[in-house]
């Protein structure tokens, strides 16, 4: 199962809404999660089953949708969510996006 | 704190073996799945493979790249889990990561490695 995120990578400032995709090319119910990953670290869990939230991550990261076409949602932006993002399927053998970095505009 | 803990990596020839190991401390492995995922220099994710619980027949999967040349295992009792990289290829370097994957996030990996670098070269 391939999967399609965008976009390749995004400028934003401080306090703005990010919205970055991830397609599947076949359907995977909601087995999804998303990850945050910063240059030189381990990723980190954000969501996972599409849209639950991991334990002691911020509530200003939501996910969204099943099936094929999911969202990961940054709804104000602060200074240490400047990183690369991947979405990860489950369903069967497991992928990743490639990857979407958010820079400091 | 849950911790997980890579070893092994280091330098090795085109051809050569390697064994990674992923060592848990402050919680036992066998309730999780434990999953190995690489990262090449300047790359984004890819998952490696991973074996189930041993409640949940302690099978393995793996990405078609490393099919035939790589075996997962694991010792609950030692609270490892392992990656034997056989026929090791110049395009397997990277940093290998190791995580466990609780069934309540529908397999996602909740705790991760630190990661241990692999260098394949002649």
């Known amino acids: 199962i391939q999967l399609t995120q965008s976009p390749y990578s995004l400028s934003a400032s401080v306090g703005d809404r990010v919205t970055i995709t991830c397609r599947a090319s076949?359907?995977?119910?909601?087995?999804l999660a998303w990850y945050q990953q910063k240059p030189g670290k381990a990723p980190k869990l954000l969501i996972y089953?599409?849209?639950t939230l991991q334990s002691g991550v911020p509530s200003r990261f939501s996910g969204s949708g099943s099936g094929t076409d999911f969202t990961l949602t940054i709804s104000s932006l602060q200074p240490e969510d400047f990183a690369t993002y991947y979405c990860?399927?489950?369903?069967?053998?497991?992928?990743f996006g490639g990857g979407t970095k958010v820079e400091i505009k | 704190e849950v911790q997980l803990v890579e070893s092994g990596g280091g330098l090795v020839q085109p051809g050569r073996s390697l064994r990674l190991s992923c060592t848990a401390s402050?919680?036992?492995?066998?309730?999780?799945?434990m999953n190995w995922v690489r990262q090449a220099p300047g790359r984004g994710l890819e998952w490696v493979g991973f074996?189930?619980?041993?409640?949940?027949?302690?099978?393995?999967e793996y990405a078609a790249s490393v099919e035939g040349r790589f075996t997962i295992s694991r010792d609950d009792s030692k609270r490892i889990a392992y990656l034997q990289m056989n026929s090791l290829k110049t395009e397997d370097t990277g940093v290998y990561y190791c995580?466990?994957?609780?069934?309540?996030?529908?397999?996602?990996?909740?705790?991760w490695g630190q990661g241990t670098l692999v260098a394949v070269s002649s």
């Open positions: 089953g599409a849209s």
């Open positions: 074996i189930r619980s041993n409640l949940n027949g302690g099978t393995t």
């Open positions: 076949q359907v995977i119910g909601n087995y």
């Open positions: 995580s466990r994957a609780p069934r309540f996030a529908l397999l996602a990996s909740d705790y």
């Open positions: 990860q399927q489950l369903s069967g053998h497991v992928s």
């Open positions: 402050r919680f036992t492995i066998e309730a999780y799945t």
